[in-house]
């Protein structure tokens, strides 16, 4: 790699470091579940704060698309943070203007303060110049360690690089070596399970990800689409009905290129999105009309099963179900735990990446069996895809 790291910062006591992390963290009741994120970027954090920078944490969480939304702030995450830094962390009630630079002047050297999430300015997903100039305003030097992010063109993970001296986080060169070494060369077959939630953002990848992989397994809220593009009614389940045609389009793509879809035979359905709620397996044909899938069922999981064992190479992101609400998470910890045996026979090398399909494969116990485990959903599909990804190109042509 071409870029600027940590190794390049000397002399950097008193000088505001701002530093682009993804805390985009599940959470639920205001609590954070799965800190795998935070544990990432915390290397870099304390190294800066060692070297004496003023640490100024940017980052984003959810969608809110450029209004304050009480339950997206960043002051949830605060204690988290902390508890994984073991060191006080400031925070900053918004992440420009006069609130934003009261906190940053505060700053002693080695302190470290988090500001309120970018996703609060409409700027920030439109990179808009003066909003970044407005972020700059509070910074000397640019860490980017949010490789999680870095297929977004944002004024935080993007814009910053042109006005500010700009370097790779730890994390940020340790996900892009740990990719390319285990998919640089993927041994065949490739076998790729996307599920989740994330329908309208992913699912244009795949038709680039056909073209690079063997067989495509499709679960969570993904497969739904596909299975109601084909003109199966999905009830009340999570689906996107409007990208119909991008999902046939695709399953036409996978044929050209001798890429095997494989799609949900049958069904975990319940009425209602709660642990422990009401269900029943049903074919993935007759799903009731007031219900909705939550999990794939059992000869699902016989065949993604079968498929893991095919392959050479596993590359996953997304959960097959509702995997935080039993018993919603059987298909997910099922899978997960096969691919974590067959990874332990040396029989796969498998690599998995998302905010929640981190947090599935630590609910299954099996992270730490994987041979990767990337903090990144979207942004290592597109990096599987071939795509350049934004964060990244800008820290290459410093
Ligand atoms: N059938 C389903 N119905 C509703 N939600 C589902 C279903 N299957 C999976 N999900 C939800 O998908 C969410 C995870 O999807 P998502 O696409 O965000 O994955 P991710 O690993 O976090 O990737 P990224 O890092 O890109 O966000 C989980 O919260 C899970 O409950
Ligand atoms: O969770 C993620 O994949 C990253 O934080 C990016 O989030 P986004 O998909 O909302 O841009």
């Known amino acids: 790699m071409t870029f600027k790291t940590l190794d390049d910062l000397t002399d950097i006591a008193g000088k505001r470091v701002l530093v682009r992390v993804d805390l985009n963290v599940p959470v639920k009741d205001g609590k954070v579940t799965d800190a795998t994120r935070i544990e990432r970027v915390a290397p870099t954090i304390l190294e800066l704060s060692k070297k004496g920078a003023k640490v100024v944490l940017l980052a984003h969480f959810g969608r809110p698309k450029g209004e304050p939304v009480a339950d997206q702030s960043l002051g949830m995450i605060v204690p988290a943070v902390k508890d994984v830094l073991g060191q006080p962390v400031a925070f900053g009630e918004d992440c420009i203007g006069d609130k934003a630079k009261a906190a940053v002047d505060a700053l002693k050297n080695g302190d470290i303060l988090l500001l309120e999430n970018t996703r609060f300015h409409k700027g920030e997903e439109k990179n808009d110049a003066d909003f970044t100039k407005a972020l700059a305003a509070n910074g000397d030097i640019y860490v980017n360690d949010a490789f999680s992010a870095a297929h977004r063109a944002h004024a935080s993970t993007e814009g910053l690089a042109h006005l500010l001296p700009a370097y790779a986080g730890r994390t940020m060169q340790a996900e892009l070596e ?221």
């Open 178 to 398: 740990a990719l390319e070494k285990g998919l640089g060369n993927p041994k065949r077959p490739v076998v790729a399970i996307v599920g989740g939630a994330k329908v309208s953002t992913k699912i244009d990848l795949l038709s680039n990800l056909v073209k690079k992989v063997d067989a495509l397994v499709i679960g969570g809220g993904m497969a739904n689409t596909f299975i109601a593009a084909r003109g199966t009614d999905v009830g009340k389940s999570l689906c996107e009905h409007d990208l119909a045609d991008t999902a046939k389009q695709i399953m036409i793509d996978a044929a050209t290129a001798g890429c095997a879809i494989i799609l949900p035979e049958d069904g975990v359905v319940a009425r209602e999105f709660k642990a422990g709620a009401d269900n029943e397996t049903v074919s993935i044909e007759a799903i009731p009309a007031d219900a909705m899938v939550l999990d794939v069922g059992p000869k699902s999981v016989e065949a993604v099963n079968a498929w893991i064992s095919r392959a050479s190479t596993l590359v996953w992101n997304g959960p097959l179900g509702a995997f935080e609400i039993a018993p919603f998470d059987a298909a997910t910890v099922a899978a997960a735990r096969h691919a974590a045996a067959r990874t332990k026979e040396g029989a796969l090398i498998s690599v998995a990446g998302g905010g929640d399909t981190v947090a599935a494969l630590n609910h299954a116990g099996v992270a730490d069996d994987f041979t990767y485990v990337s903090t990144a959903g979207g942004a290592f599909l597109e990096w599987m895809e071939g795509k350049p990804l934004p964060g990244v190109e800008v820290l290459q042509q410093k």
